[in-house]
């Protein structure tokens, strides 16, 4: 299948699953379902960020508040299917997915084989795939990350944790949302996203050959004005 093709498909899912037959928000911030919400977070503690920006003031859970403007809204908002902490309640999402490793390095506890799903022998279900010019791709995050998707993909496809929404910096995009135009032929590791941080995956994701930073400097990936082209789709 040719990524525009597949493209299509997650913006097809993603107006669909965003109409008001199936839409569903995001009920995980309903505080009545949990007897203390914001038990075993950093709420109430020195690492408290007291902006109110962030749930239980804590930059891991992510922003209290997700977009409602396109190109966002059917992506990660409320027209999404979206439920940032897959039923759990605050504390018990940061329980199982943060935590110290072995090497006494405390963080996200990411999957295994870099994300990816597994295939029936057990291996992940990779595979090498040039990106061709005019193809456009995005990711959540700053940009000294190598990982990108299709640019469209809803949210919980990606099974990435609450805290890529957060804007980092003033000069970030809203969310920290970057989509990219590709401009020259770039072969990447291609494969499916095993499903984690409570979310259902199965989209599918890029690890390039470098970080998007470095790449979109060197002239392989054109960044998009959001705010100029906000629906970048309409000129693929």
């Known amino acids: 299948m040719h990524l525009s093709t597949f493209s299509s498909l997650c913006l097809g899912a993603t107006v669909v699953l965003g109409s008001p037959i199936v839409q569903k928000r995001d009920i ?6 949990c007897p203390d919400f914001c038990k075993n977070t950093y709420y109430n503690t020195n690492s408290a960020d007291k902006s109110g920006n962030y749930v239980c003031d804590d930059l891991r859970l992510g922003p209290k508040t997700l977009p409602s403007a396109i190109p966002l809204q059917g992506i990660v908002g409320p027209d999404s299917t979206y439920r940032r902490f897959g039923g759990r309640c ?3 999402y940061l329980t199982e997915f943060w935590g110290t490793d072995d090497k006494n390095k405390t963080g996200w506890r990411y999957p295994i084989v870099l994300g990816y799903g597994i295939d029936t022998a057990g291996k992940p279900a990779t595979f090498n795939f040039t990106l061709l010019p005019g193809v456009y791709i995005d990711r959540f995050g700053g940009e000294g990350g190598d990982y990108t998707s299709p640019a469209g993909t809803p949210y919980a496809m990606r099974s990435l944790p609450p805290w890529n929404l957060n804007t980092r910096s003033p000069n970030d995009p809203p969310y ?3 989509v990219y135009r590709v401009a020259a032929p770039i072969v990447v590791q291609a494969g499916p996203i095993s499903p984690h941080f409570g ?28 705010t100029a082209t906000p629906n970048w789709w309409d000129f693929s």
């Open 28 to 33: 995980d911030l309903n505080e009545a379902r």
């Open 199 to 226: 979310q259902p995956g199965l989209g599918l994701q890029f690890f390039m050959p470098a970080n998007v930073s470095v790449l979109a400097d060197q002239g392989n990936l054109t960044r998009v004005n959001l």
């Open 176 to 178: 920290g949302y970057h």
């Open 90 to 92: 605050p504390g018990q």
